[in-house]
């Protein structure tokens, strides 16, 4: 059933309303925490109507909302989060004494579970392989996001050639856009509230003709419309301010999936990096470098 649930929820975000994208973004998001939620709590959450989800539900197939979630709850049980007997006893102990630090634990794991599943799809191969030949990577992020963007553009850094950190500061992204490269693509890490250059890069990298995956959360409607690929992440962990830590998760995997696609090739990469950076400035322990 989850299967089948997450195809309708993917067409949805081609033919859609605005309203059932949302819907049907954040539900792909979150599908292992639906089953816990209300019609009233996702209505409010996606900033809709709480008719609204009902007859979203019903364009799905569905009886009610509440028909969606006993269904998929059948599929999915407790398995994303009561992993291990420590994990069951933490939970236990938490909610006993009204500890919230339980409920963002099974969100968070439910998250994790999620973003693995999203890199067995089509999807998410695509952007790995794209990554991989490019001839050019881009990498950006905005606000709180711009880690994340230099985390990932210095791991791939360590794989491939071509890999850039895009520049915020110059103001016109003029590296990107006007790179002429044969092939370069680009990275966005994005989160709500959204910064109004993320939209307009993309849409710029667009009709450039350059290839744009995003990295985003649950509620963003606008990036489908701009990008190649949209992937995914929960940020809702029932904490006072939505966490993007799972995007570090994500590219570590992304990482991993551009590793699997360049193959042994990479080692000499590697090595060659470890050398200059031992040269010029050393590990701890390493008493071969830095050169003088």
């Excluded at 090739?265 to 390493?286: I, K, P, Q």
């Amino acid at each position: 059933m989850t299967q089948t649930l997450r195809q309708r929820l993917q067409a949805c975000l081609e033919d859609g309303s605005k309203a059932d994208k949302a819907l049907a973004s954040y539900m792909l998001a979150r599908l292992s925490s639906v089953p816990f939620e209300t019609a009233g709590s996702l209505a409010e959450k996606v900033e809709v109507s709480e008719p609204t989800v009902g007859r979203f539900c019903r364009s799905l197939g569905y009886k009610s909302f509440k028909d969606l979630k006993e269904q998929l709850r059948q599929d999915i049980g407790d398995r994303p989060w009561l992993i291990s007997d420590r994990l069951r006893d933490f939970q236990q102990r938490s909610l006993a004494g009204e500890d919230q630090l339980a409920r963002g634990l099974q969100l968070e794991i439910s998250g994790l579970v999620a973003i693995y599943e999203l890199a067995q799809t089509d999807e998410w191969k695509r952007v790995a392989r794209r990554l991989a030949a490019a001839s050019a990577v881009y990498v950006t992020g905005f606000q709180t996001e711009r880690g994340l963007a230099q985390y990932l553009a210095n791991q791939l850094q360590y794989l491939r050639e071509g890999v850039h950190l895009v520049d915020l500061a110059g103001g016109n992204f003029a590296e990107l856009l006007l790179s002429g490269g044969p092939s370069p693509c680009l990275v966005i890490f994005e989160a709500r509230r959204y910064s109004r250059m993320a939209k307009l890069l993309a849409r710029e990298a667009k009709q450039a003709g350059i290839r744009t995956t995003l990295v985003t959360d649950a509620f963003c409607d606008w990036g489908r419309d701009l990008v190649d690929e949209v992937l995914v992440v929960s940020t809702e962990f029932n904490q006072f301010w939505d966490s993007t830590a799972q995007m570090a998760s994500l590219g570590s995997l992304l990482v991993n999936s551009v590793f699997v696609e360049l193959g042994p090739s990479v080692e000499e990469r590697l090595n060659r990096m470890a050398t200059l950076y031992g040269r010029f400035t050393g590990h701890v322990g390493d008493g071969s470098g830095p050169v003088e």
